[in-house]
């Protein structure tokens, strides 16, 4: 970039910062004008910063001028499109419609590829011609004004309850994120894992275990958190003779865990507070053993692997020393601190809290681990907060935005009530073949789209269907999110494992089959929310959460062990057996 277009994305990332936070300080602006806002921020970055070549870029901005006019009409005009309750009035509001959908379906493309916008323009082909569907998945249509006036100038489709979340609680995040990743944090999370874990059998994997939980909280994505800290741990267990698909494996495990690690948990937690109604807290409350029993089942097998290959653990040469651990740990740990005493202590709100610790994660990027301060260091960190903000809030808001004309378009046709009448009759009305069906649909649907999207998708067709079944609403979303990650490390496509084997330069499917025994409690654990429903209550019954937690770790330990140890076949399967005795009964 020249300094010309560096001076103006830094403009911009600071003008995307400035308008979410301004956002929760200076009190309520209607829907219509911040999230058609919203959406105008991200649109430069998604069409223009990104594009890969001459016609993308001309392309670009001809989509980004038409969907700054879009955008910038219906905030201006929110008063008026209020009072005409989803219906389009004239040819002008028609083409602001169509105008907008397209650009939608667009920035997803650009962002995450095709598969989330075809899914889009299938339901919008859906709500258009429907009508016309012979049986049971016909509906009996609405007028082409009131579908696409309910898709985009009402609260009913772009400009929804997810959009929201996007605007008022995710961006907040993503930023917070940012800020700190800018900074010394990440170097203070490797540091914390190396003091911990480096000194033990397999002590670089463990390292790359506690690192990625630590660092994929705040980070929330898989992808980001495999290339950040995996470029330190991957070489580092190279050069103690880790074998390739092995270490390659322990980064992608570790970092796709950082997506159900509280206190971020990617979107999805944000999302699953406007969906189920539980307070952000409850969320975390709820994630956080499963969570560590998560990484138990990597911890141990681990070890089960330190026993085949004899892995040794960091020298002390390469272990931080105790200062260094202290200062560096304090880079993540003070902005952390704000955040839980101001929404637990002081009663904030989630956002509230965050945009404080913000502020403080800014200070931060003023000094150094050795506390000194140098001028063109944090300038080049400013610009590095103010960039990856801009360009993250954006991605995920493409995402957020272009699933909400699925759910709006399930909602008006009434398509999402007929699949889920569809997986019930398909169930039988028994709850574990309608977990299989549900847990497929998330395999699948993962495969090509982000985390947070397959389970926006699966919760709003299959958790209809599993809270009739028997399940409790919570148990459900928890579940769907949970299986929406199976693509992270599962065969055919398997995001976090292709970065990962590139990384190490492994064959990708010798990395996900290690990836698949590593992360087996992936797979396991949302099973055994299941069938012990007190393992997500920790915060109306910690007892029996605690309870439930400690038998699941049994099990998972010796399914982990069994699986991966190099003892005979038959004391292999008497693991698998006394822990799947553990886990379900």
């Not at 994997?205 to 690192?211: D, G, M, P, R, T």
């Amino acid at each position: 970039m020249t300094g010309l277009s560096r001076a103006l994305w830094v403009t911009l990332g600071g003008a995307t910062i400035v308008f979410h936070l301004g956002l929760i300080f200076y009190g309520l602006v209607p829907n219509l004008v911040s999230r058609p806002l919203h959406m105008a921020l991200a649109l430069p970055w998604v069409l223009i910063f990104v594009a890969r070549n001459r016609f993308e870029k001309a392309s670009g901005w001809v989509l980004c001028v038409v969907g700054l006019a879009a955008t910038f009409w219906i905030a201006w005009n929110h008063q008026m499109l209020g009072d005409q309750y989803g219906y389009l009035m004239g040819n002008f509001q028609v083409a602001i419609a169509i105008a907008l959908l397209v650009v939608v379906l667009e920035m997803a493309r650009r962002s995450i590829g095709w598969p989330l916008p075809l899914v889009a323009l299938l339901s919008i082909l859906y709500g258009v011609f429907g009508e016309h569907i012979p049986g049971e998945f016909g509906y009996a249509g609405i007028p082409l004004q009131s579908y696409l006036g309910t898709l985009t100038i009402a609260e009913g489709g772009l400009w929804g309850s997810l959009t929201g979340i996007s605007v008022s609680v995710v961006a907040i995040f993503v930023i917070f994120g940012a800020v700190l990743n800018a900074g010394e944090a990440g170097q203070g999370f490797m540091n914390v894992a190396a003091a911990a874990a480096g000194r033990l059998r397999g002590g670089a994997a463990k390292v790359s275990v506690v690192s990625s939980a630590l660092f994929g909280s705040v980070s929330g994505s898989a992808s980001a958190n495999v290339a950040s800290t995996g470029a330190i741990t991957l070489p580092a267990m190279r050069r103690l003779g880790y074998p390739r698909a092995l270490a390659g494996a322990v980064e992608a495990v570790a970092s796709s865990g950082g997506q159900i690690t509280p206190p971020l948990m990617g979107a999805g937690a944000f999302v699953m507070v406007e969906l189920t109604g539980v307070p952000y807290t409850g969320i975390m409350a709820a994630a956080i053993l499963p969570a560590f029993l998560y990484f138990l089942a990597v911890w141990v097998g681990i070890n089960a692997f330190s026993r085949r290959y004899e892995l040794k653990g960091l020298s002390p040469e390469e272990r931080p020393d105790m200062s260094t651990v202290l200062i560096t740990s304090g880079f993540f740990l003070v902005p952390f601190t704000v955040l839980l005493f101001a929404m637990f202590a002081l009663d904030f709100t989630p956002q509230y809290a965050a945009c404080i610790s913000i502020l403080v994660g800014f200070a931060l990027l003023f000094i150094d681990k050795a506390l000194s301060f140098d001028r063109a260091r944090t300038f080049e960190r400013l610009e590095q907060a103010l960039v990856n903000a801009g360009q993250q809030v954006s991605t995920i808001a493409a995402i957020i935005i272009c699933a909400s004309i699925i759910i709006g378009t399930l909602g008006i046709t009434g398509l999402g009530v007929k699949i889920t009448s569809l997986i019930l009759s398909g169930s039988g009305g028994m709850l574990w073949p309608a977990l299989l069906l549900t847990a497929l649909a998330c395999l699948v649907l993962g495969m090509e789209v982000p985390t947070t999207a397959a389970y926006v998708i699966c919760i709003s067709v299959a958790g209809p269907a599993l809270t009739e079944i028997g399940l409790e609403p919570l148990q459900a979303h928890m579940f769907v999110f949970w299986f929406a990650l199976l693509s992270t490390i599962t065969p055919p496509v398997c995001g976090a494992v292709f970065i990962s084997a590139g990384m190490v330069g492994e064959n990708w499917l010798k990395v996900a089959v290690f990836s698949m025994a590593l992360g087996i409690g992936l797979y396991l654990v949302p099973l055994g929310m299941v069938a012990n429903p007190a393992l997500i209550e920790l915060s109306s019954a910690p007892v029996a959460a605690l309870f439930a937690m400690v038998k699941i770790g049994l099990g998972l330990s010796l399914i982990s062990y069994g699986l991966i140890s190099p003892s005979r076949s038959y004391l292999r399967l008497l693991y698998g057996i006394g822990g799947g005795i553990l886990i379900f009964i």
